[in-house]
């Protein structure tokens, strides 16, 4: 399946005004730490983050202009996938089909590349001008979202976890909330304060956020198990090698593909607040993140 | 020279209001990246960036509680030591006379709680309540401040510089002003913002912290080169084993005292616009910066 043309068109609309960013800040950031950035933040990717945040904010009825707060979460996924692949982490060496940023620069690079996306993340929330008096709960939801409490502190319970293998299927769960789950909640959540929307339509797209986050992994984990590093752009079979555990691998492929169906539905049920023809892409995007085979 | 009584007050206070906030998030992180993140932040120090913030905020008149900014400052300042630290950068395995976060715990602990405190920082900055208004304006300087245009640029210029003879005052001037100066820079023109200080002053604020953070530096190479381990409670003399250029292998030690001197009173004269009685702490600071030991 393909990417629904709207995403797509969004993709380019986000690789644009990501790379008229990065071309604005060239000179005043030492080369090669900018040729690190743009390598990793320019190597593609379903740029599903800031999409699912612009998405969520034309739903709710948004008209301004959110690029800014979308590039910043994308700049953040982009960090955290730089440090991820790192030698003392997951010591990956192939990212969307191309030498991660370690292989390609050097580590030292590669740990600089990621903190400066990752600050230029926050840099770029400031700059957003469609409603400031939102500046600064939005920053805090970022960073709790993205630091210890989310995103950081789910890389941490995912490395603890690996070789164990009595984990079951909450402790899987619990991983990837916060690895993936409070970023895509954040995203969502975000788009629709920006627009405005009620708070029990923010509260709903946050919680479609969340559950995308899950069905995101659940897809992620049946890949692993079933593709090629051809179809991948990755490592395939890599959950399997290195004794992980996954979706997969306490639920077996069956009952993770019915696992991924309750997923969906549950991410759908939440989108009920919010008007059906509005709503539409979000439906689509959750369709195609269920059904996308790389 | 002991550190002036007043900053000792300061330091206290500090390492209260940081113990306090990391207590707060105990139980809502990873049990080890917790503890690498504490053990790290506090490691001691000398805490002059949030001290310096809270007496300029104290000297142009500010009442409020900005202690928030101030840790927020000092968990940048923490993260980009333990960086800084990782054996793919200074592969240092002594900070403050105990083992660097990677020796105490592991690399991807160190990397993982690095990137913790980065982004604790801005959930910090978010959580200021004096003035909401310029929110966004402070964490696009803090930003801009630590990130690769600034303090991450600053160690790649730092890193590049490695094992090169032919660099000259000019260029360790650049690596400096971005590694430490423009981080404390922004401390004590946020001091100076946050207290609604006249541009002006705020202004001759930020001058008088870029000073600063030169130097602190110039006294740093000229401790590296003439003090022992115990004394500084790091490896001593690296920058000549290194073959790093610094003040002092580029102007002998001599000259770089001079250097210091000279660089005293740009910092001092920096104040002039503050009244004298309320910049007088800001003075002994300057001053206490040049005669320090450790």
Known sequence: MKPPEFLQQRQQQIELALSAMMQKRQTRIP???????????????????????????QACGGKGDIMPVAMSV???HSYSLIHDDLPCMDDDHLRRGIPTCHVAFD???AVLAGDSLHTLSFELLSEMTVDKDLTPSLVQKMAVAAGAQGM????????????????????????????TG???RYCCEAGALLAKAEPEVAHACARYGEAVGLLFQIADDILDATATDAELGKSAGKDQAQEK???VSILG????????????EIALEALEPLEEKAAQPLVLLANYIVSRKT
């Open 31 to 57: 080369q090669t730490l900018w040729k690190a950035m743009h390598y990793s933040l320019m190597a593609g990717g379903k740029r599903i983050r800031p999409a699912l945040m612009l998405e969520v904010y």
């Open 74 to 76: 994308e700049c953040m």
């Open 107 to 109: 580590e030292a690079t």
């Open 152 to 179: 950081g502190g789910g890389q941490v319970l995912d490395i603890e976890a690996e070789g164990r293998v009595d984990l079951d299927l909450l402790d899987v769960e619990r991983i990837h909330i916060h690895k």
């Open 182 to 184: 409070m970023l895509l």
């Open 245 to 247: 555990s996954t979706y």
């Open 253 to 264: 492929i069956e009952q993770a593909q019915e696992k991924l169906q309750e997923m969906l």
